[in-house]
């Protein structure tokens, strides 16, 4: 007998033993998996402070009602994540309610909700997989009444919603990819799409565009980027460089190519730039915008003065310098928002590998409103398809904006990545 109960306890071990590996290995793939969902949804650029540890949280972001500071979500018993269960960890990703309560909308959990549930389950794999790091959460810089937590279940339940992502079935499989990597694990509307006084996205103007930490993030719908004369290879370059032949991306977006799409694989980018461009099939490309500048024209002096050494006399642009001016995007738009927030901002030098970088472009505050609006119409009408009628009182409104967030003159310097 006793043999025999020795016996079934060795084969209750052998089981377990066996239950024990194989579950190791499909954790393994899990991990793999969400070590790649996180990198799609771009999750280390918001919870890593400047010269932080990955994933400990401490990033400041300035909004309307004060600075809110990104969590540690590394697995840290006591300052991050490491007593969430799964399901608390999905409530987190879901829902907006994590074990403070619930959660600023800054976490883009009205995106996260249309995350399929194997996907949820890989991310949480990872994240439990990391080095836990303690580090105590910054107490955020809110302003009453928006410090009491309880206040946003009430916006939840007004404009957030559990729901699921559902695939058209009038587009292919591709087309449908690009659509979740997008809307649900890259967020993009998160930043793309304008909100109304309520902070709600205003899903009537999806990807539209909206400003945010003083630039636009751009309106990239099919038509607009269509109008522009992108096509997907050039936003493939666009996100895997950070430049192509339309301009560089600066700003917080110069962080999401970094760390985020930059390291998509192949048939993910394909995915993405067939959604954003609504085509699987390859957009014509148009011609380079490339006439020769008026030097009668008002704005002529300062271009050659101020812009030419970098962009060049004729726009052209200087490799491993300064992109060019024909054709390029921040322009070559109806918003003139970004063109006045780079020449009071300035850009910081930037590399993102050894064949692609640029150097810093300083601050041009200098510059009086009359001046800048000029400027703005000499590479317009040269270099672009948009009329030039910026005016002055346009420029000074967002001059305005900038100098009251404290924000003109301090984006020139070094991209830290």
Same mark, same amino acid.
């Given at each position: 007998? *006793?043999?025999?109960?020795?016996?079934?306890?060795?084969?209750?071990?052998?089981?377990?033993?066996?239950?024990?590996?194989?579950?190791?290995?499909?954790?393994?793939?899990?991990?793999?998996?969400?070590?790649?969902?996180?990198?799609?949804?771009?999750?280390?650029?918001?919870?890593?402070?400047?010269?932080?540890?990955?994933?400990?949280?401490?990033?400041?972001?300035?909004?309307?009602?004060?600075?809110?500071?990104?969590?540690?979500?590394?697995?840290? *018993?006591?300052?991050?994540?490491?007593?969430?269960?799964?399901?608390?960890?999905?409530?987190?990703?879901?829902?907006?309610?994590?074990?403070?309560?619930?959660?600023?909308?800054?976490?883009?959990?009205?995106?996260?909700? #249309?995350?399929?549930?194997?996907?949820?389950?890989?991310?949480?794999?990872?994240?439990?997989?990391?080095?836990?790091?303690?580090?105590?959460?910054?107490?955020?810089?809110?302003?009453?009444?928006?410090?009491?937590?309880?206040?946003?279940?009430?916006?939840?339940?007004?404009?957030?919603?559990?729901?699921?992502?559902?695939? %058209?079935?009038?587009?292919?499989?591709?087309?449908?990819?690009?659509?979740?990597?997008?809307?649900?694990?890259?967020?993009?509307?998160?930043?793309?799409?304008?909100?109304?006084?309520?902070?709600?996205? %205003?899903?009537?103007?999806?990807?539209?565009?909206?400003?945010?930490?003083?630039?636009?993030?751009?309106?990239?719908?099919?038509?607009?980027?269509?109008?522009?004369?992108?096509? *997907?290879?050039?936003?493939?370059?666009?996100?895997?460089?950070?430049?192509?032949?339309?301009?560089?991306?600066?700003?917080?977006?110069?962080?999401?190519?970094?760390?985020?799409?930059?390291?998509?694989?192949?048939?993910?980018?394909?995915?993405?730039?067939?959604?954003?461009?609504?085509? %699987?099939?390859?957009?014509?490309?148009?011609?380079?915008?490339?006439?020769?500048?008026?030097?009668?024209?008002?704005?002529?002096?300062?271009?050659?003065?101020?812009?030419?050494?970098?962009?060049?006399?004729?726009?052209?642009?200087?490799?491993?310098?300064?992109?060019?001016?024909?054709?390029?995007?921040?322009?070559?738009?109806?918003?003139?928002?970004?063109?006045?927030?780079?020449?009071?901002?300035?850009?910081?030098?930037?590399?993102?590998?050894?064949?692609?970088?640029?150097?810093?472009?300083?601050?041009?505050?200098? #510059?009086?409103?009359?001046?800048?609006?000029?400027?703005?119409?000499?590479?317009?009408?040269?270099?672009?398809?948009?009329?030039?009628?910026?005016?002055?009182?346009?420029?000074?409104?967002?001059? %305005?904006?900038?100098?009251?967030?404290?924000?003109?003159?301090?984006?020139?310097?070094?991209?830290?990545?």
């Amino acid at each position: 007998m *006793k043999n025999i109960k020795t016996l079934f306890v060795w084969l209750a071990f052998l089981l377990l033993a066996a239950q024990f590996s194989q579950a190791q290995t499909a954790s393994q793939e899990q991990i793999e998996k969400g070590k790649y969902l996180a990198v799609a949804g771009d999750c280390i650029a918001c919870h890593t402070a400047p010269e932080g540890m990955p994933f400990a949280g401490g990033l400041p972001m300035h909004t309307p009602f004060g600075v809110l500071y990104s969590t540690n979500i590394t697995p840290d *018993k006591n300052t991050g994540i490491g007593k969430y269960s799964y399901e608390l960890f999905r409530q987190t990703m879901h829902e907006g309610k994590g074990s403070a309560g619930h959660l600023y909308p800054a976490m883009p959990y009205t995106s996260y909700t #249309l995350l399929t549930e194997e996907d949820t389950q890989a991310l949480y794999a990872y994240f439990m997989s990391l080095p836990a790091v303690m580090q105590v959460n910054r107490d955020n810089e809110i302003a009453f009444p928006f410090n009491l937590r309880f206040g946003l279940g009430f916006w939840k339940a007004l404009f957030a919603e559990d729901t699921s992502f559902e695939k %058209d079935p009038d587009k292919s499989v591709n087309w449908n990819r690009g659509n979740y990597l997008v809307n649900a694990l890259g967020h993009c509307g998160e930043c793309h799409t304008p909100r109304n006084f309520t902070m709600e996205l %205003d899903l009537t103007r999806p990807m539209q565009g909206n400003v945010i930490a003083g630039f636009e993030a751009s309106d990239i719908t099919p038509g607009r980027l269509i109008a522009q004369g992108w096509t *997907k290879p050039e936003l493939a370059s666009l996100f895997k460089n950070g430049y192509s032949d339309k301009g560089t991306v600066f700003g917080e977006m110069s962080m999401v190519v970094y760390h985020s799409l930059s390291r998509l694989n192949e048939s993910d980018m394909n995915a993405v730039t067939s959604y954003l461009l609504d085509s %699987d099939k390859p957009v014509e490309a148009k011609p380079i915008i490339a006439r020769t500048p008026d030097k009668k024209a008002a704005g002529h002096n300062t271009y050659v003065n101020m812009c030419s050494g970098c962009h060049g006399l004729e726009g052209q642009g200087k490799p491993k310098i300064a992109p060019a001016m024909q054709s390029n995007a921040t322009i070559n738009r109806p918003s003139l928002y970004n063109s006045v927030a780079v020449l009071l901002r300035g850009i910081p030098s930037q590399k993102y590998n050894a064949t692609t970088a640029f150097y810093a472009m300083d601050s041009f505050e200098e #510059l009086s409103n009359q001046e800048m609006a000029d400027l703005i119409n000499y590479m317009r009408k040269a270099w672009t398809d948009e009329s030039p009628n910026v005016t002055a009182d346009q420029v000074s409104r967002i001059r %305005d904006e900038l100098e009251g967030d404290g924000l003109i003159g301090v984006g020139s310097g070094h991209a830290e990545f």
